[in-house]
């Protein structure tokens, strides 16, 4: 079935430090993929999205790129800051939306000023 | 706008205890609505899931089944509480199949 895979946390990083976060999937077909973010004591936000092959998605300075032949979707930041301590899921979709999401295990990240 | 509660925020039971969570939704109609589990250790997992009322599909078998009396409320509950049911739970709806998740706070369920 389909799944997710993400790096182990915890993620602790300097102010202004460059951020990683690698997620690679396994599916079939051609699924969707999604960044979740959950700050402390709230729910999953979605944070960006990708439809298909090469497309790069961002928001709040974050960006992934889905690629097809490495089946990734990292989560990349040039410069993080401690409003960004929350613990980030990568998950997928085959059915293109809500429907089904499978999600990863979740990273962790710390920010220390 | 729309907006979901889900509570109690926390929850301690004893193993062999009834449990009751309670989600609703506020501003939209006929949403999908999920419930999903985050035990120690693992992923999110898709517990539930429903396109109206009185239509629930189940994702895995388990100790746990979700009703969904109005087009805006999803319970999930449990006759008699495993250790293994304690973990993190949340519940989430979207307007259709294609749109994002909206997630509420979730509960954490301890079940000593």
């Known amino acids: 079935g389909d799944s997710v895979t993400q790096m182990e946390g915890p993620v602790t990083l300097s102010e202004e430090a460059f951020l990683t976060i690698n997620c690679t999937y396994t599916?079939?077909?051609?699924?969707?993929l999604f960044w979740y973010v959950q700050y402390p004591g709230e729910g999953l936000q979605l944070l960006l999205k990708?439809?298909?092959?090469?497309d790069k998605g961002s928001n709040k300075g974050f960006e992934a790129t889905y690629r097809k032949e490495t089946t990734s979707f990292h989560l990349e930041k040039g410069s993080v800051q401690v409003s960004d301590s929350a613990v980030y899921f990568c998950?997928?979709?085959?059915?293109?939306?809500?429907?089904?999401?499978?999600f990863g295990k979740g990273t962790k990240l710390t920010v220390n000023p | 706008s729309q907006t979901i509660h889900q509570w109690p925020a926390t929850l301690v039971q004893p193993v062999g205890s009834p449990l009751s969570l309670e989600c609703t939704v506020e501003?939209?109609?006929?949403?999908?609505l999920y419930w999903y589990r985050q035990a120690a250790g693992r992923g999110l997992q898709l517990l539930f899931y429903?396109?109206?009322?009185?239509?629930i599909s189940s994702e895995v078998p388990q100790n746990l089944s979700a009703s969904r009396p109005q087009d805006r409320q999803f319970i999930l509950s449990s006759k008699k509480l495993l250790l293994s049911d304690s973990g993190f739970y949340l519940c989430?709806?979207?307007?259709?199949?294609?749109?994002?998740?909206?997630f509420g706070n979730g509960t954490r369920l301890t079940v000593t």
């Open positions: 998950a997928l979709s085959d059915k293109g939306g809500s429907e089904k999401l499978v």
């Open positions: 429903s396109v109206g009322i009185g239509q």
């Open positions: 990708a439809t298909k092959a090469d």
């Open positions: 599916a079939t077909g051609y699924p969707s």
């Open positions: 989430a709806w979207s307007p259709n199949s294609v749109s994002p998740l909206h």
């Open positions: 501003g939209t109609s006929n949403p999908n």
